[in-house]
C-alpha cells in the first residue's frame, strides 16, 4: 500500500536517542504530531516535568528545544497502544546493549526490546505504517522484523485487511554532550530501505532542514552494517591514540605534539585524536562486541580479533592508570582520601554507561582509599549504582560500607585529599585554583591529569606533583 503523507509519528524509546531526536524533528516540522513512546512512566514524567531542569537527560540546547516544542506539537506519554495506533510512521529507539548470558553472551546485541518494540507495532497500529529503525542493530535485523510484521499481516488479514507496513534502517549518528548541534546540522543522514515511497517520505521530513546532498539513501544491510563501523572507526581511532600515549610517556614525548603533527596529514584529519582515560557511553564497546559477534558468526575470524584489540586497548589504557595512580602514591592507598573529578564519560552528558571513571574507582576503591567523586550533572545514586558492581566475591571489599561520597564542588572533593585524579573533560577543569587546592589537600599532593586539562607550569608553581596522560617530559 502506498502512502502519501505523513503527519503523526511515534517514537518508541525516550532516552538518549528517542528524546533529543525527535524534539529535533518536531522542531523543524511543525505540521507533524510527534510523540515520543516509553514503558519507563518515570523517564516520561521527568520529560513532561514542568521544571526544565529536571528532564531526564542532560545535553547543551535541550531544554530550549523540549520548551518551544512540548505540548505544541511534540508529546511525551506512556500510551505506547494509543500512540502507534495513530501513528503513521513508528520510530524504533530502543535499547540494545550487549547480552549479558545464553548464546553470544558478552557479544551479540540483546534484541529483547527491539523484538518487543516490532510485536507492539505489529498489534497496535492500523492501516500502512512505515517502521523506521533508529537504534543500532546487528546487519540483517530488519529481517527480524519484517517476519514479525508480516506474520501479523497474515493474521490480522480478517480482522483489518488493511494492515501493512515497510520498513526502513535510519541510525543514528549524533554524539552525547553535541547531541542537538549533531542532529540541527548532521554529517549525513542515512535510509536504507526497499520501498522507495517509504523512503521518499522519510527523506521529505529530513529535508525541511538537512540539505539534499547529506540525505543518504541505500539498501537495508548497508545502513545497518555503516552504522556499527562508523562507531567500530571512532573507537578504533581512540584506542590508536590512547595506545600511542603509553609509548610518549615512555620516550619522553608529547601525545599532544604526536596527534597534532599526524591530524595535521589531510588523510588522517585532527579529529578524534586526543588521548585520555578510554572511550566509554553506551555505544562503542557493545558495538564493536557485536561486530566481533558477526564476523565470527561468518567464519572471519582475523577480522574480529583485530577489532577485538580494539576493546582490549580500552581496558588496558584504564588498567594503565590505575596502577599508575597507585605507584606513584607509594604503592599504597589505604588511609588515603582521593579526589575524583568527573566521573560521566566525557563532558556535557550526565551519561556514566561505559565510563572510564567506573573501573579506575573500582580500581582504586579495591586498593582501600577513600574516594570524594565531583561530577557537575551525575547524580549520586547514579554514582552508587555503577559502583555497587563491584564483584565482592573477588575481593574483601564490603557494598554496604561507604568507601566513597559525592561532592558538591571541587573544593569539597580535594579537602584533606592525597590527590587528585580528572576523569571527565568538564570545562570547569580547565580554570582549576591550584592555591586554594595546595592550601586544602594534603602534602605531598598529586594531580593525576587523564584529560590533558592542567597547565602544567601553574600546578607546579604551587608544588603539585603532576602526572599527565602521554606527557613523558
Ligand atoms: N546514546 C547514544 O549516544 C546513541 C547514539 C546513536 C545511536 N544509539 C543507539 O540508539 C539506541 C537507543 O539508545 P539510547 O542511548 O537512547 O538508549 P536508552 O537506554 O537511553 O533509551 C532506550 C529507551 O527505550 C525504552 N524501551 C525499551 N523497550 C521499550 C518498549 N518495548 N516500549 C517502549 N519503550 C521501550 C527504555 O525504557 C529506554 O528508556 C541504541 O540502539 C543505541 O545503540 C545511541
Known amino acids: 500500500m ?19 531526536t525527535m524534539a529535533v524533528l518536531a522542531d523543524n516540522n511543525p505540521k507533524l504530531k ?54 503513521d510512521m513508528v520510530f524504533i529507539s530502543v535499547n540494545t546493549p550487549t547480552k549479558k548470558k545464553g548464546f553470544g553472551a558478552g557479544f551479540a546485541s540483546d534484541l529483547k526490546w527491539v523484538e518487543s518494540s516490532a510485536r507492539q507495532v505489529a498489534k497496535y497500529s492500523r492501516g500502512h505504517t512505515i517502521v523506521v529503525e533508529k537504534s543500532t542493530l546487528p546487519v540483517k535485523t530488519a529481517q527480524t522484523i519484517k517476519t514479525i510484521l508480516q506474520a501479523c499481516e497474515v493474521k490480522c488479514e480478517d480482522i483489518n485487511k488493511n494492515k501493512s507496513f515497510s520498513i526502513l534502517s535510519n541510525p543514528e549518528f549524533l554524539a ?96 578524534f585524536l586526543e588521548a585520555g582515560p578510554g572511550f566509554g557511553g553506551s555505544c562503542f564497546k557493545k558495538d564493536i562486541s557485536n561486530l566481533i559477534y558477526i564476523c565470527n558468526h561468518y567464519g572471519l575470524s582475523e577480522v574480529a580479533s583485530y577489532w577485538e584489540k580494539v576493546i582490549l586497548i580500552n581496558q588496558w589504557q584504564q588498567k594503565r592508570i590505575s596502577k599508575i595512580i597507585v605507584e606513584k602514591l607509594f604503592g599504597n592507598l589505604s588511609e588515603k582520601k582521593i579526589a575524583i573529578l568527573g566521573f560521566a564519560f566525557k563532558s556535557n552528558t550526565n551519561d556514566t554507561r561505559e565510563s572510564p571513571a567506573i573501573s579506575i574507582c573500582k580500581d582504586l576503591l579495591e586498593e582501600g582509599c577513600f574516594l570524594s567523586i565531583y561530577d557537575p550533572k551525575v547524580k549520586k545514586e ?24 559525592k561532592s558538591k564542588n571541587i573544593n569539597e572533593a580535594c579537602d584533606n585529599s592525597d590527590a587528585i585524579v580528572i576523569l571527565t573533560n568538564w570545562e570547569e577543569f580547565l580554570n582549576l585554583d591550584f592555591k586554594k587546592m595546595q592550601s586544602i589537600m594534603k602534602s605531598p599532593s598529586w594531580i593525576f591529569d587523564t584529560r590533558n586539562m592542567v597547565e602544567l607550569s601553574q600546578a607546579e608553581r604551587y608544588g603539585f606533583n603532576i602526572w599527565k596522560l602521554g606527557d613523558g617530559f
Open 2 to 20: 502506498k502512502k502519501r503523507k505523513i503527519s503523526n509519528i511515534c517514537c518508541i524509546g525516550a532516552g538518549y536517542v528517542g528524546g533529543p
Open 34 to 87: 510527534v510523540t515520543v513512546v516509553d514503558i519507563n512512566k518515570q523517564k516520561i514524567d521527568l520529560w513532561n516535568s514542568k521544571d526544565l531542569k529536571y528532564l531526564p537527560i542532560y545535553e547543551p540546547g535541550l531544554a530550549k528545544v523540549i520548551s518551544r516544542n512540548r505540548d505544541v506539537n511534540l508529546f511525551f506519554s506512556y500510551n505506547v497502544s494509543e500512540s502507534i495506533a495513530e501513528a
Open 382 to 405: 547514579q554514582i552508587d549504582r555503577e559502583l555497587k558492581l563491584i564483584n565482592t566475591l573477588e575481593s574483601d571489599f564490603d557494598n554496604e560500607k561507604h568507601y566513597w561520597e
Open 176 to 271: 552525547e554532550g553535541t547531541a542537538i548541534n549533531d542532529l540541527q546540522n548532521p554529517d549525513r543522514v542515512l535510509i536504507g530501505g526497499d520501498d522507495n515511497n517509504a523512503i521518499k517520505l522519510l527523506k521529505e521530513i529530513y529535508l525541511n532542514w538537512v540539505e539534499d546532498y547529506k540525505i543518504l539513501t541505500t539498501d537495508l544491510w548497508s545502513s545497518e552494517l555503516s552504522k556499527l563501523i562508523s562507531n567500530a572507526f571512532l573507537a578504533q581511532r581512540i584506542s590508536s591514540i590512547n595506545s600511542i600515549s603509553a609509548l610518549c610517556e615512555a620516550t619522553q614525548s608529547n601525545i599532544n605534539n604526536v596527534a597534532k603533527a599526524v591530524g595535521m596529514d589531510k588523510r588522517i584529519g585532527p579529529f
